[in-house]
């Protein structure tokens, strides 16, 4: 009795161990296609684990719905993330999944889901990275949904922010939220009068009279934007015009971007954002 007990539980403890193997196996497998560019197949075979195991089943579930995202199975990704959502309710995993949310109706092009997910973050405990991603979330949103004016006031408002990983989200979300191809220029209803008319004709294709267009508005703003369209024009840089409204640097911007110079751009941006950096640190001290 006591020798088939004992084979008995041996045989138990080799059962489980080689059970234990064989989903530690099928997770890495899972790692190395996603490495290799195949998230589809990764996804199912996250979906063969979730069979097999009841271990880190939160986790698991979440790392297949980010592998359904990324192999563009949207419906699929959504789906796995409010599994997350409804079956571990207040958990890390949730609020890695609501996060995600987001970003899938976002990239869905659902701003008005996008933005209520964005909000329903709020019933989190945010970290101070979670909070920096909300509020680049933010600002993303508002710029697919034309919010011309929240997005100049929360980019610099982010841009001004102590934290040093802030200086790359903010460049980050210039060129997803300004330098987006399918953003409409005439619809963008900027704060400078004269900008949104010579940007619509310039992206049009009629250089010459988006000059004009500058040129012949009489208002300051107009003024400026001619100025230091003719700045840029000639030596090449922001620089030079560093103190100018945001939404005219980033005008120029959005020129070097769409010539296909995107290093230029991105570099003209860092230069951009260092000049407002010091500018705002001398306020602070007093000069």
Known sequence: MAVRLSLTLFLAGLFLTVSAAATDS????????????????AAHEYGRY????????????????????????????R???????????????????????????VAGRDYRLAR?????????????????????????????LYRADSVKLKSERLMFSPVRRVQVDSLRTIAAA????????PNFSYTLSGFVPGAGRYYAGDRKTAAGAFLLNTSLAGLMGYCGYQWVT?????RYVAGMDFGVVAF???RRYY????????????????EIQRRYQERLIGY
């Not at 909070?131 to 508002?142: G, K, P, T, V, W």
């Not at 000639?234 to 922001?238: F, P, T, Y």
């Open 26 to 41: 099928l997770l890495l497998f899972c790692g190395y296609l996603e490495e290799k560019g195949e998230p589809l197949l």
């Open 50 to 77: 979730l069979s097999l195991s009841m271990d880190f089943q939160e986790t698991i579930r979440l790392k297949q719905a980010a592998a359904f995202e990324k192999a563009g199975e949207r419906q699929s990704a």
């Open 79 to 105: 789906r796995g993330f409010e599994t997350v959502l409804d079956d571990f309710p207040g958990s890390d995993q949730a609020k890695l999944a609501h996060f995600n949310l987001v970003r899938n109706a």
């Open 116 to 144: 209520y997910e964005w909000g329903e973050l709020g019933q989190y405990a945010l970290t101070a990275a979670d909070s920096l991603e909300r509020n680049y979330l933010d600002i993303l949103i508002d710029a697919h």
């Open 178 to 185: 300004y330098q987006n191809a399918e953003f409409k220029f």
């Open 234 to 238: 000639h030596h090449g840089s922001v």
């Open 252 to 254: 120029f911007l959005f």
């Open 259 to 274: 010539e296909g110079n995107k290093k230029v751009a991105y570099e003209a941006a860092v230069r951009h954002n260092q």
